[in-house]
């Protein structure tokens, strides 16, 4: 009874992040600075190393890096409870890990939204209700939103 509720919001959003991640095939010759809009102080607010995530691809070398490490992690956190209903320890904080490390690595423009992503994603681990009220897509919106603008 309790799977058919987790199952349904799962698939939807499993659906949801693959639709939105074919499209991050490569990168696109100017358009990861695009989105890069905002004040210049921003970087000098973030306390751990901005210059890491400063420039167009945050801590990643390239945008086809940064678009299939951000794709996958955004895809993986939508997974997450169904690590944890199967019994994944190990698998699931092995993920906790990784998302954390790629929210460190995305570009400024994207760093707020990212954490906000796998905050919820790692919330839903032990509230189903975060994929069934819509919060875990509401998330994953402007994450999908970056990606379909940068990640061509």
């Given at each position: 009874m309790t799977s058919k509720n987790i199952a349904r919001p799962?698939?939807?959003?499993?659906?949801?992040?693959?639709?939105?991640?074919?499209?991050?095939?490569?990168?696109?010759?100017?358009?990861?600075?695009?989105?890069?809009?905002?004040?210049?102080?921003?970087?000098?607010?973030?306390?751990?190393?901005?210059?890491?995530?400063s420039g167009p691809f945050g801590g990643f070398t390239s945008a086809a890096e940064a678009c299939s490490k951000i794709s996958?992690?955004?895809?993986?956190?939508?997974?997450?409870?169904?690590?944890?209903?199967?019994?994944?320890?190990?698998?699931?904080?092995?993920?906790k890990t990784e998302l954390a490390e790629t929210a460190e690595r995305v570009p400024d423009s994207l760093k707020a939204d990212f954490a906000n992503l796998k905050e919820v994603a790692v919330a839903g681990v032990t509230d189903q209700t975060v994929f069934s009220s819509g919060k875990l897509q509401a998330a994953m919106a402007p994450v999908t939103?970056?990606?379909?603008?940068?990640?061509k």
């Open positions: 799962l698939a939807a959003t499993a659906v949801l992040a693959a639709l939105a991640l074919t499209g991050c095939s490569g990168p696109q010759a100017g358009s990861a600075t695009s989105s890069a809009t905002g004040s210049s102080t921003a970087s000098a607010s973030a306390a751990p190393s901005p210059s890491k995530t996958e992690q955004a895809t993986g956190a939508t997974l997450l409870p169904l690590s944890a209903a199967q019994g994944k320890t190990a698998e699931l904080e092995q993920f939103t970056w990606i379909a603008t940068n990640c």
